[in-house]
């Protein structure tokens, strides 16, 4: 409240300002998380669901996703933590971490502001939408996803349809000169609507990307979700894993 006041003062005297301010105040977000707080701590809670468990891609990923801050924590400047890493746990050598929005959203605008530690073999950060319970009925949109097929690419899909017949769509980020290694500042955004006739339109970094089809129902729900696997379509890991997929904000919109 306090902020406000002074932004009403400066009105007031005629001062014209410079406003740093995000794009829409926190209450327009359907969903969203600054990940401000405390160095160390874990994700919050009320927020995000980190799931757990070792049985992750038909047993294909070789990853442990552990909660409580262990691999996924608070950095303490406003950022979120995932981190992968070689590490004995439960039978497996990797251990990460995976966490799932507890909102449930429907069509709209989905921003991440993200970064990356770079390219290890066996690493598959995403940044992605979807409803696990139905899937694929109601959809999955992969603002990014890197690492696939031992390529340091990022890439956009979109799948829908049933489970015996998927529908996938999607490409390549452009190649970015300026950000070879893809471990810069980048905003990945979907905004997209539901029904027969769907779609989603990608952006990075406010940049048009491409429309892809998205027939879903209607009334069709996404969960963001933010997570590195490891191992399956990353091929073969490093045995020295250690990849970090740092988050500066998640911002939902609904329409
Ligand atoms: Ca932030």
């Known amino acids: 409240m306090r902020k406000l006041w002074v932004l009403v003062a400066a009105g007031a005297v005629g001062t014209v300002v410079a406003l740093s301010v995000p794009s829409a105040f926190a209450e327009d977000y359907a969903f969203a998380d600054e990940f401000a ?18 049985e992750w891609g038909s047993g294909k990923e070789q ?3 552990t909660d409580g801050g262990h691999n996924a924590e608070l950095d303490g400047n406003g950022h979120l933590l995932i981190n992968a890493r070689a590490e004995k746990y439960n039978g497996n050598d990797f251990t990460s971490a995976r966490l799932r929005a ?12 993200a970064k990356f530690s770079g390219y290890q073999a066996g ?8 409803d696990e319970k139905t899937w694929p009925v109601n959809g999955e949109i992969d603002l990014m996803e890197i690492g696939l097929n031992k390529t340091w690419k ?9 489970r015996g017949d998927v ?15 893809w471990t810069g500042w980048h905003t990945y955004k979907a905004v997209y609507t539901n029904g027969d006739n769907g779609s989603v339109k990608f952006y990075i970094d406010d940049v048009f990307v491409a429309e892809e089809p998205y027939q879903v129902p209607d009334d069709a729900g996404a969960q963001v979700i933010l997570n590195i696997a490891v191992g399956s379509a990353a091929g073969t890991p490093d045995p020295k894993l250690d990849n970090t997929m740092t988050v500066d904000y998640v911002h939902v919109t609904q329409r």
């Open 63 to 65: 990853q442990c996703y």
């Open 167 to 181: 529908q996938s769509k999607g490409g390549i980020y452009a190649d970015d000169p300026d950000d070879a290694g």
């Open 37 to 54: 707080g405390t160095a160390g701590t874990a994700p919050d809670s009320t927020k995000w669901t980190q799931e757990t468990g070792c």
């Open 102 to 113: 507890k909102t449930m959203t429907g069509a709209g605008t989905v921003e991440v502001r």
């Open 123 to 130: 690493a598959w950060p995403a940044i992605w939408t979807t």
């Open 154 to 162: 990022p890439k956009y899909h979109t799948h829908y349809g049933t």
